[in-house]
């Protein structure tokens, strides 16, 4: 008993052995040694998801944490406590503690192996990039008033009649272009003072809407079925647009004449009044 006593107590650790490859004893390599520290509880076989920073440490199962200088201090405990049980002639007590305690120092030692792996693999990830800062969404554009709308329908008409000028009804072209180019200095004149309110409206209304709705209208027709007569009224597609541009070139001929015949009208009434004033009668004394 005395040599199996002496085998044990002086025969190689093997915590000790593995102590310098995993750092596990404060102190040094010679120390681990020396002491053979090991755990006396067991720890889980598995590292947590978030790793401890105390690699060393443990984590009791009432959510308490024993430090690594700590566990160290019982491990040494543990195996001074059996080897003194082999010295005193106590192997019944002494071998399920050795047993007991070479099953938890592996274990324990396993999970710092794990921990330490995942603290490398994390330091080696790159840092998250830092949020985008949130940028209050544009303000909303504001609502086209009813000029703009209007200075843009004209050119919206002409450019869309031009793209498809094959597709349109014989005619169609030219009749967009003259009306336009009589609506757009009709549209620059509306913005100044002196015409009348309700042919303002009207100028609006058929250059910003009348006349490019036509269009677009009869270009979203596939072009079978914009030749196709209805059967109620025999009149295709194509008979309505060449009306309808031609109404509206009517129209935009009679606001021309509304806007400049008011012009001339102010102008004769502007000469009657300077004639009345500095004519030869209104100077006499």
Known sequence: MSDSIRRVSVGPDPGAERAPQHGVAPGGPDRAAATGSHLLPHVPPHPPVRVPADVQ????????HVSGPVVQGVRGLWLALWIIMFATGNPGIALPLMFVWIFANATYEKTVQERRKALKH???QPLPAPPAPLRPPPPPAPPEDEGTRARRGPDH???????????LPAGALETVRETAGWLRPLLARAREEGVDARVAHDLHALAGEYLPRAVDDYLRLP????????????RSPADDLREQLELLRQGAAQLRQAVHGADAERLATQRRFLEAKFGRSGLDL
Do not use: F, N
Not at 157 to 167: L, P
Not at 223 to 234: F, I, K, L, N, R
């Open 57 to 64: 440490g443990i984590d009791l199962p009432g959510g308490r």
């Open 157 to 167: 008409a002409v450019r869309r009649a031009e793209e498809s000028a094959a597709t």
């Open 122 to 124: 994390a330091a080696r």
């Open 223 to 234: 072009p079978d079925v914009a030749a196709t007569p209805g059967a109620a009224s025999g």
